[in-house]
């Protein structure tokens, strides 16, 4: 779904300058509700210059008059200026995960001290400030902060992750931990296809057995059949 050019910015001139509802702004913007909130309340980590969408292109006045008669509306954008595609920097992440970026960003400063502000920057695709108030907990939704796997999450590649707390470690001349979840995995997976290659076989001569009429009906040889 099509999103504002600065859906922060844009999301504070709307809290300011209409009568939409918090999920109607969540949902033109693409950001969570407790964004919006943060916003309204002016405890987001910094304030923002409200960005004008009609101005801009992004919406129709008659959009944000439908949604302000009807909240369960919502507001369809109008086709706005081709957006700039970014060449260098954050990686984009899709709106559906942007919630889980604080979780993945805790869990890395949790368990990777050493890695740096700006490898988390590149790697979970955000910014040093939200890296910085996570850091020392000014974060405007800490108390909801859980730390996350960012791999588990979706945010990264275990290749990723692995490959820049290598770097931090080489950088801060520490040993690199060692990921050995995956220990024993091929074995134990190389195990179980012997064990169903087996049965498959065992399965496969008891049926020709009873086809041919060598066994009974228990998969036992008959002792009464003539050879």
């Known amino acids: 779904m099509a999103q504002p050019l600065m859906p922060h910015a844009t999301a504070s001139w709307m809290v300011d300058n209409t009568a939409l509802s918090f999920e109607q702004i969540a ?3 693409g950001l969570h509700i407790l964004e919006i909130q943060a916003i309204a309340d002016d405890t987001a980590a910094t304030k923002l210059t409200g960005r004008d969408p009609v101005r801009a292109g992004e ?5 944000i008059d439908k949604g302000q ?6 507001l369809v954008m109008a086709k706005g200026p081709e957006q700039v595609r970014r060449t260098k920097g954050p990686r984009y992440t899709p709106v559906s995960k942007r919630q889980d970026k604080p979780d993945g960003i805790a869990w890395i400063i949790r368990n990777h001290p050493e890695v740096s502000d700006g490898q ?3 790697l979970i695709g955000t910014t040093r400030t939200t890296i910085a108030a996570i850091r020392d907990r000014t974060h405007w939704n800490i108390a909801n902060i859980v730390p996350k796997d960012p791999v588990t999450l979706g945010l990264s590649s275990q290749r990723e992750l692995d490959a820049i707390v290598a770097k931090a470690a080489k950088a801060a001349g520490i040993e690199a931990p060692t990921d050995s979840r995956l220990e024993g995995d091929r074995e134990a997976f190389l195990e179980h296809l012997r064990n169903e290659r ?3 076989a065992k399965a496969s001569e008891a049926a020709h057995a009873e086809a041919a009429g060598e066994t009974t009906p228990w998969g036992f040889a008959d002792p009464f059949k003539k050879n």
């Open 27 to 29: 949902n033109f913007c």
């Open 120 to 122: 988390i920057s590149k």
């Open 69 to 74: 008669a009807n909240p369960s509306y919502q």
């Open 198 to 200: 087996t049965a498959h």
């Open 59 to 63: 919406l129709a006045q008659s959009e």
